[in-house]
Every structure is written in structure tokens, then in C-alpha cells.
């Protein structure tokens, strides 16, 4: 037998998490899909490669049409950590942020990692607490 | 929300009771209910002057829809479009067709004749008004589209072993447990200070009725629930024709597998049925539009400056192929290019608008179309349209709803990822692409999904050359600082899209935008 706190816990929870998880009206076209399961990326290079290659292309060089995705790639912008720390945060223009996506050990090593590869040479290691630094406040996101 | 719904219910009703059903029925149509879509019919834009101009910033449906009403009023029109293409994201690859995207990758579309991939829009809701509109008015056959198919699967890498369930079964034993347990709750007194003695009884009917609970509130493995979930033995004539019960799954299984998101999405309003598509593809209607203004069309013209003054708006342009740079005058523009695009364009709208351009990032997705020598999912799993869910990162496998019945072969939609999924997809080349859709759709239909493919086609919409994403992604802050900016007209530029509406990520939010803002920019033409 249950008892009847628990049973009200549970119609309660069973009531609750869907309009909480749900996507936002008017978010468009979607799968209506369970949550994607995928172990998630640790290392500068698995960040790169599972998130922003996708934009930046697998060599960094970016791509152009009728608008430019910027090259990574020997880009003297990276020599300030804040520059590319700050744009993976807060995403520019058609670059969506990424700071509820990535946690900040996430966004430091592949910070790290783009500057120190594709012809960049920047070794000054960047931190969580670099990022955190950053970052802007939940509300503001 | 739960907090507005109730404090909406309750003003409807006062009205309701002191205004009468007129009244109520008026109430309800200002605040959204009983209409669907804000769609009034087609614009009034009566009065032109002779001779105004209007040039159009992409032959997407917003440019086109625009095009289309302002020539019709008597505006003078001329539209530039990037691409060799009229339709912009609504789009179908067919075979003999070849997409290049951002980094250089080309495919070679393979799919046989008659089948395609629909990159961008897929399905139409019943609801959206000004698409279906003007689908009719051009000559837009549509045919349904089969969004619910119980019979089609669920998987989860948490729940019933890693094997793939039917929706069907998993979506009765969600429901059946849930009556179950809001019955014991009633029965053990938790909502008696909820509900009174008598709404609480016809509560006990409806979840016993609802749930398929036997006499005793209990969602057991009977023929009653298997009416839901389906039988071990169905129905049959003859000697074995008494139907065998199936077995129910472990409640915990079926709280993994988040079966509820699946039957929550077919709630979403933009995803109950009926819902449509055009007969040989989505890209029948961009086409569609284009035959109406085709001839307003400059196709490969990237525009690389848009400056308006007192006089009017000239937007410079360079030809893709020749390199050859020009200019387009006219009074007013109705710029419909993807914010992400237009961010990177100079031009010199005021800054607010500016900032406005560069507040929206773009979602991004991928679609991945996969041709099966056979429809294996017909023949050998009775699965004719609908989805298949997963919590893979091409999220759903989708049956092809034309050319049922037939040998030859289909086109199914091997991935409609978004998010995390569609990141890692989009960052593979379109070969590892579809390694990975096989691989992954093969959960659904072991053995057969890998012998059985022919040729597949990816598009990931973060490397779309013309639209550097999907749609544009608001947010409720976003939404607040920049949304009015954004729409409104500034002097002689007005901007059109999904992006401008609230009906984000639709091809009915781009025609809703559109006629707003058309009919806005008219009545500052006469006020000029």
C-alpha cells in the first residue's frame, strides 16, 4: 500500500516535468524526440570536433557564401584568451551562445585547443575560472 | 503558464456569463483561441502610386509572397536572389541534383526518380492559413502527411534493454500506469480537498475508461489493455482466433524511455493532425511561387551593400559567376535575407535596427535522406508514414507518406537532429554522415537497414551557404529589446521572414511576416 504523500509526490511529478521540459512555443519545426544520450565531450579536441566543426569546418578554415563563417585557423584574434572565450559565451550574430551547452571546463579546453593548433601557437593555458570570469549571469542568457 | 491558463479561464468565463456566447466568442478570438492563425486573408494594399518601386532582398516565400502582392497592386518590383533557385529553405533534392556546402563538400544527389529529401519544411499544419492560401491559389497539389503512426517504434539507450519498443505499447502503459496510480491517490483520500465526492467519481470513471483498468482500478495484461497496447496473438478466424493478451512493460522502462515526450509533442499544437505535404516534395511550393513572379527574379546576386536616403534605396550587388558588380534602385526594399546573413552585409538602417539584426542566432539542424532498395518498414514492420523516436543524435527515422505499397524503392528521412545530435553530425563529412545515420537508424530495423541502402543525401543547415543556419532562435529576452525593432519599418526598409514573426521556423510565419510587413511599408509609400 501507498501512502498518500507519496502517491500525491508522484502525480505531482508526473504532472510537473513536462511543461517544464518542453520546448517553447513557437520554436519551430522539431523531432519531438527523447532526450539525445551521447557521452559528452571532455577534451579541447572532442569540443572542436563534436561542436564547432561543425561550423568552422574540420580544418578551422570557416567557409564563405553568401556570408562568411570566420577561419580559427592562423587567426591572430585568438592571441587574447577574452576573444574567443567571450564569443563561445555569448555567440555573434548567426553563432548561437554556447554557454548553456558547454560547461566551463568545456569551453577552457577547447579554447586552449583551437589556440594551440590550425597555425595558431598561443600556450598560455586557459582555466575554468577564466571562463567563469566571463561568463554573463544566468538571467542575462 | 499553468498560473496564466487559469486566470485566462476565469476572465472567459465572467464574459461568457455577463456578455452572452457573441460576446464570449469575440473574447476568445482576440485572445488567440478560437482562430488558429492570424491570418486575415490576402492584404489591402489599394492606392499605389504609379511608378513606385520596391526591390526584394531574396526569393525565399517571404520575398516571393511580397513580390507577388506588391507587382499585383502595381508597384513596380524586382527581386535579387543569391542562389540560382527560387524557395529559399523551402526546398527538395531529387535525383540529378547537386548541393555544394560551406567548406566545399558536393553531393551528388542519387535518389530515384520521383523520391526526395526536403532539406528544410516538411509538414504543414492544418492551421497555417496563409500557406495553405496560397498553395491553393497557385496550384500546389498537397497530399497528407502522416505525422501519428502508433505502429511505428520508441528507443531508448535506457529503457527495455536498448531495444526499440512500439509507440503503441509504450505510450498505453504510460497512460495505463498513470490512471492507475491517479486512482489509488483517489482511493487513498489525497485529492479529496482537490476534487468534490462527485468529481471524484467521475474521475475514477474516466481513468478506468482512459487507462483500460480492469473492475479493481489495476492496469494489468488482460485482452482489455492489449485493445490498446496491442496482442501477443491478435484476433484472429477460425481455429486460433481467440486473441492472446500481451505483456505489459515495467513501469520504470517506460519512464525511461520518455515515451511522454513523444506523445506530448503530438499534443503541440503546430503537430496534431491532419497535417499536409505537396505531392513530389516540399519544393513544389517554392516553386510554385516563383512561376507567379519569375520573371522579377535576378538569381545569383549576392548583394554586398544595402544604403537607403531621402531619395531611395540602392542595394549593390555582385553577379556570383562573373564577379560583376551592380546596383538596384528602388523607392522602398523588402529585405527577406536570414538575419545571420544580413548581420555581415553593410548597410546603413539605423543602429538599433543594426543591433537588432545581430541580437538573433540561428538554431541549426541536419536531415539526412536515405534510399532503401525495398520498404522493408512496410513488408516486414506494417509501418506505413509516421516516426520512429530516438535518443540518438538523428533523433527520429521518418517512413516516406508517397509511394506506399510499391517495390521499388523509398527515401526515408534518416535524421532530423537538432541541438547537440545535429552539431556532431554537421561536423561530419556528408559520407561519415551517413555512416553514422545507418549505423544509428539501424536500432529500428537490424539486418535489413544497411543491406537495403542505396544513396543518401545530408544537408546541415550551420553550413548552408545562404542562410548560415536554420531559424532564427529568440529567446524571451531577445524577444522584448529587439522583436518591435526588428519588425518595424525603418524609413524605406522593411526586413520579412520567419525571423520577423512569432511563428519562428515556419514557412507560414515567413508569409505572416511578410503581408505585415508589406502592407506596413504601403502605408508609408502613401505617406510619402
Do not use: W
Given at each position: 500500500m501507498m501512502?498518500?504523500?507519496?502517491?500525491?509526490?508522484?502525480?505531482?511529478?508526473?504532472?510537473a516535468t513536462p511543461a517544464l521540459a518542453q520546448?517553447?512555443?513557437?520554436?519551430?519545426?522539431?523531432a519531438g524526440s527523447a532526450t539525445v544520450k551521447a557521452a559528452a565531450p571532455v577534451t579541447g579536441e572532442q569540443v572542436y570536433t563534436q561542436v564547432c566543426q561543425a561550423c568552422h569546418m574540420a580544418d578551422a578554415k570557416g567557409g564563405s557564401g553568401a556570408a562568411v563563417i570566420p577561419a580559427l585557423a592562423s587567426n591572430p584574434k585568438l592571441a587574447t584568451a577574452g576573444y574567443p572565450i567571450s564569443l563561445i559565451l555569448r555567440g555573434r550574430g548567426a553563432m548561437p551562445p554556447l554557454a548553456d551547452m558547454l560547461t566551463p571546463a568545456q569551453i577552457a579546453n577547447v579554447t586552449g585547443y583551437i589556440r594551440t593548433h590550425f597555425g595558431n601557437n598561443y600556450a598560455t593555458p586557459v582555466t575554468a575560472e577564466d571562463v567563469l570570469r566571463l561568463s554573463p549571469p544566468k538571467s542575462a542568457r | 503558464m499553468e498560473k496564466f491558463g487559469t486566470t485566462r479561464r476565469q476572465l472567459l468565463t465572467a464574459i461568457g456569463m455577463v456578455g452572452g456566447t457573441a460576446a464570449l466568442y469575440q473574447a476568445m478570438t482576440t485572445m488567440g483561441h478560437a482562430m488558429e492563425t492570424q491570418y486575415k486573408g490576402p492584404p489591402n494594399l489599394a492606392g499605389a502610386r504609379p511608378g513606385a518601386s520596391v526591390l526584394v532582398l531574396g526569393a525565399g516565400l517571404a520575398g516571393m509572397v511580397a513580390a507577388y502582392e506588391l507587382n499585383k497592386a502595381g508597384y513596380k518590383v524586382r527581386i535579387l536572389e543569391y542562389q540560382n533557385r527560387a524557395g529559399g529553405r523551402n526546398w527538395s533534392l531529387y535525383g540529378g541534383d547537386s548541393y555544394t556546402e560551406m567548406g566545399g563538400a558536393t553531393q551528388k544527389v542519387q535518389f530515384a526518380s520521383g523520391h526526395y529529401l526536403n532539406p528544410g519544411p516538411w509538414r504543414i499544419p492544418y492551421h497555417h492559413r496563409t500557406l495553405l492560401h496560397y498553395c491553393k491559389a497557385f496550384g500546389v497539389q498537397l497530399e497528407p502527411f502522416i505525422q501519428f503512426n502508433h505502429n511505428c517504434f520508441v528507443h531508448s539507450a535506457d529503457a527495455f534493454g536498448g531495444k526499440p519498443v512500439r509507440y503503441r505499447e509504450a505510450a498505453a502503459d504510460f497512460e495505463g500506469n498513470v490512471a492507475e496510480l491517479l486512482g489509488k491517490a483517489i482511493d487513498q483520500k489525497a485529492l479529496d480537498s482537490e476534487l468534490t465526492k462527485d468529481d471524484r467519481e467521475k474521475l475514477m470513471e474516466a481513468l478506468r475508461g482512459w487507462g483500460m483498468l480492469d473492475k479493481d482500478m489495476r492496469y494489468k495484461a488482460n485482452l482489455l489493455t492489449s485493445e490498446?497496447?496491442?496482442?501477443?496473438?491478435?484476433p484472429?478466424?477460425?481455429v486460433n482466433g481467440e486473441p492472446i493478451p500481451s505483456q505489459l512493460f515495467s513501469f520504470h522502462d517506460v519512464l525511461n524511455s520518455q515515451v511522454w515526450k513523444n506523445m506530448a509533442f503530438f499534443m503541440n499544437h503546430e503537430m496534431q493532425t491532419t497535417m499536409f505535404q505537396p505531392v513530389g516534395g516540399m519544393g513544389m511550393i517554392g516553386k510554385a511561387f516563383a512561376g507567379q513572379v519569375q520573371q522579377l527574379i535576378t538569381f545569383n546576386a549576392k548583394v554586398t551593400r544595402i544604403n537607403q536616403d531621402k531619395t531611395g534605396v540602392t542595394v549593390t550587388y555582385a553577379d556570383t559567376g562573373s564577379g560583376a558588380v551592380n546596383e538596384a534602385k528602388?523607392?522602398?526594399?523588402?529585405?527577406?535575407?536570414?538575419?545571420?546573413?544580413?548581420?555581415?552585409?553593410?548597410?546603413?538602417?539605423?543602429?538599433a535596427k543594426r543591433a537588432a539584426v545581430a541580437a538573433v542566432p540561428y538554431s541549426n539542424s541536419v536531415k539526412i535522406g536515405l534510399q532503401m532498395a525495398r520498404r522493408f518498414w512496410e513488408t516486414d514492420d506494417y509501418i506505413y508514414g509516421g516516426h520512429s523516436f530516438t535518443s540518438q543524435d538523428i533523433a527520429l527515422i521518418s517512413y516516406p507518406n508517397y509511394h506506399l505499397f510499391e517495390d521499388g524503392p523509398g527515401v526515408l528521412l534518416g535524421a532530423f537532429a537538432s541541438g547537440a545530435g545535429a552539431y556532431r553530425l554537421a561536423g561530419m563529412t556528408p559520407q561519415q554522415r551517413i555512416e553514422a545515420a545507418l549505423a544509428q537508424g539501424s536500432v529500428f530495423h537490424p539486418g535489413v537497414y544497411r543491406k537495403e541502402f542505396q544513396t543518401g543525401a545530408s544537408v546541415a543547415w550551420s553550413r548552408v551557404p545562404w542562410t548560415l543556419g536554420c531559424c532564427a532562435r529568440w529567446n524571451e529576452e531577445t524577444r522584448?529589446?529587439?522583436y518591435q525593432t526588428l519588425v518595424a519599418v525603418d524609413d524605406r526598409i522593411v526586413l520579412a521572414g520567419e525571423h520577423a514573426s512569432y511563428v519562428g521556423c515556419w514557412m507560414e510565419g515567413a508569409l505572416l511576416s511578410s503581408l505585415d510587413a508589406i502592407t506596413r511599408l504601403h502605408k508609408r509609400a502613401l505617406e510619402a
Open positions: 501512502r498518500p504523500i507519496r502517491a500525491m509526490t508522484i502525480i505531482l511529478a508526473l504532472t520546448a517553447p512555443s513557437g520554436g519551430g519545426d522539431i | 490498446h497496447r496491442g496482442y501477443e496473438r491478435p484472429g478466424g477460425g528602388a523607392d522602398f526594399c523588402v529585405c527577406a535575407i536570414p538575419l545571420g546573413v544580413l548581420n555581415q552585409i553593410p548597410n546603413n538602417m539605423a543602429s522584448k529589446q529587439h
